[in-house]
């Protein structure tokens, strides 16, 4: 079996690294190749071969490239995850040629899920319902939008629609002065004057979410699934201060949260589903339609998560073990200096 996992996020390398387990746990034979921006790529320690993608092509030329890389070397199967929309939408012409596509969903459901005001307009999740959001693109849009919900909640947000790695989300806070969320490190928070300010810099913006902030425990949920089935899903509590790591939490009410959306849009493939505990029980904050860069901690749980992904895709998820998960498990990352290629 050859499998190319694509330009994808930096711990990429480390479900390589699980898949090889995998193999050669099961004595099975996974050539595995991967692409990147540069030859200093972590991944490129791992796969059997590494590509260096070339850079500035438009997207209809990547997927061109993409596919003669998989003609020239007889790739069975693509774990995209640059250009994963552009992909998936042109998984016949992989598949004329004999590769398969290894991707979450379709590329309307995939836009559907990143954008995260039409996904939770859309998603059905009594056990962990999205929070209370409005979508906004201007001062004033925003101002009516904060005075609804700073009336129907404790503790309001602001973030992108679209975005990754919570890049724009800020907690917003009426307590304090711009000069503390400086001088006190208080991440991921801003006071309301400075936000105000920023946002009446420009005429609009692109979608905005003001949301209900939810302020307990965060759960990185780590799936995998196969066209609308959950065929296992560790979850991840994450700890509230530095050194503390995270805790396996299998709750059944996120478990139950998981399956129902996974069924709702026919996910496939790698997942990770983010929770956060509410005043009224856990709401639903994401779907990444990816492998998480904690996976590995949700694998020392007990089920391989990269490699049955791969093998139930492969195979078929019949006869495949998923194993016991280790309920209570405190798990952490350790970083390891390395040589780069």
């Not at 990444?288 to 007990?302: F, T, V």
Request: net charge negative; glycine share 8%; aromatic share 8%.
């Amino acid at each position: 079996m050859r499998v190319w996992f694509n330009k994808g996020f930096s711990s990429l390398h480390t479900a390589l690294r699980l898949i090889r387990q995998g193999a050669d746990k099961h004595a099975q034979t996974v050539t595995l190749w991967a692409s990147g921006a540069h030859p200093q790529a972590l991944v490129a320690l791992v796969a059997d071969h590494y590509w260096t993608e070339p850079a500035g092509l438009a997207t209809a030329d990547y997927v061109d490239w993409c596919l003669d890389m998989c003609r020239q070397h007889a790739i069975d199967i693509l774990v995209p995850s640059k250009a994963v929309q552009a992909l998936v939408a042109q998984r016949a012409r992989f598949a004329a040629q004999g590769t398969r596509l290894l991707a979450a969903a379709d590329a309307a459901t995939l836009a559907l899920l990143d954008d995260k005001a039409r996904f939770y307009a859309a998603v059905d999740c009594p056990s962990a319902p999205a929070p209370e959001s409005l979508t906004v693109h201007t001062l004033a849009e925003f101002d009516a939008a904060f005075a609804m919900l700073a009336a129907r909640h404790a503790q309001v947000c602001i973030k992108p629609a679209v975005g990754v790695y919570g890049i724009g989300f800020r907690r917003i806070r009426t307590d304090v002065s711009a000069m503390d969320v400086l001088l006190r490190g208080m991440d991921y928070q801003i006071d309301l004057p400075t936000l105000r300010f920023m946002l009446g810099q420009v005429p609009t913006w692109a979608p905005l979410l003001v949301m209900e902030y939810l302020p307990g425990a965060e759960y990185s949920v780590d799936c995998v699934a196969d066209a609308g089935v959950l065929r296992c899903a560790v979850a991840r509590r994450k700890g509230t201060a530095p050194g503390q790591g995270q805790c396996i939490d299998m709750r059944a009410d996120l478990q139950e949260a998981c399956a129902r959306i996974v069924a709702q849009f026919g996910l496939s493939g790698y997942l990770n589903i983010q929770f956060r505990d509410g005043e009224q029980g856990p709401g639903l904050l994401e779907v990444n339609a990816r492998m998480s860069g904690g996976i590995a901690m949700a694998c020392l749980a007990g089920p391989n998560l990269p490699w049955l992904g791969l093998q139930g895709f492969a195979q078929g998820y019949e006869g495949l073990e998923i194993g016991t998960i280790a309920e209570g498990l405190r798990v952490g990352e350790v970083n390891q200096a390395t040589v780069l290629p």
